[in-house]
T-cell receptor
Framework: EDQVTQSPEALRLQEGESSSLNCSYTVSGLRGLFWYRQDPGKGPEFLFT???AGEEKEKERLKATLTKKESFLHITAPKPEDSATYLC???????????????FGQGTILTVHP | EAQVTQNPRYLITVTGKKLTVTCSQNMNHEYMSWYRQDPGLGLRQIYY???????DKGDVPEGYKVSRKEKRNFPLILESPSPNQTSLYFC?????????????FGEGSRLTVL
């Protein structure tokens, strides 16, 4: 069974204190890994897609990287407005259909203090 | 503005009283899906639709029904709600040309079943 684990569950940073969030996976045939941001009371907002080990994507203070077993979301010099829950999801060959299966992690709650 | 609109946003109901949560998207997306989000369990897929008149079960379809008569609408029907269906529900969509995990989410519908 595909498993996606995000760590830590919660992370508190001071403004400007860089850090990383982790998404590790044990899946059958990775087709893609996706990062989302979710603000309180809102739906998840798509950030990045990564398809193969070694791939990196950047957007403002965020950089997502992918290895064969995990993905990291690096946050450089975070600001209070980066506070949110960050979700990762993996698309795999599981599910018994050509469509495959999308499995979400439980998320990391990031709080950035001024 | 491109968006996925869900209604109602908040609903308190009683066991057994049929209800429908509507979802509408204005982006002409072929794919639409319903998820529920529960603490500690993350986002789990209920049903999805690849196009009009094409629907299929996700991971947790029991107790739910869907229909896709028009491209823009994908209502979620709870024929006889039970307390274990108390949850935060999200509708999502994407065009067929985008990656499987690159979803546009609505703002959520918080349902409480007493």
């Amino acid at each position: 069974e595909d498993q996606v684990t995000q760590s830590p569950e919660a992370l508190r940073l001071q403004e400007g204190e860089s850090s990383s969030l982790n998404c590790s996976y044990t899946v059958s045939g990775l087709r893609g890994l996706f990062w989302y941001r979710q603000d309180p009371g809102k739906g998840p907002e798509f950030l990045f897609t990564l398809y193969s080990a070694g791939e990196e994507k950047e957007k403002e203070r965020l950089k997502a990287t992918l290895t064969k077993k995990e993905s990291f979301l690096h946050i450089t010099a975070p600001k209070p407005e980066d506070s949110a829950t960050y979700l990762c999801a993996v698309h795999t060959r599981a599910g018994g259909t050509s469509y495959g299966k999308l499995t979400f992690g439980q998320g990391t709650i990031l709080t950035v203090h001024p | 503005e491109a968006q996925v609109t869900q209604n109602p946003r908040y609903l308190i109901t009683v066991t057994g009283k049929k209800l429908t949560v509507t979802c509408s998207q204005n982006m002409n997306h072929e794919y639409m899906s319903w998820y529920r989000q529960d603490p500690g369990l993350g986002l789990r897929q209920i049903y999805y639709s690849m196009n009009v008149e094409v629907t299929d079960k996700g991971d947790v379809p029991e107790g739910y029904k869907v229909s896709r008569k028009e491209k823009r609408n994908f209502p979620l029907i709870l024929e006889s709600p039970s307390p274990n269906q108390t949850s935060l529900y999200f509708c999502a969509s994407r065009p067929q040309t985008r990656g499987t995990g690159e979803l546009f989410f609505g703002e959520g519908s918080r349902l409480t079943v007493l």
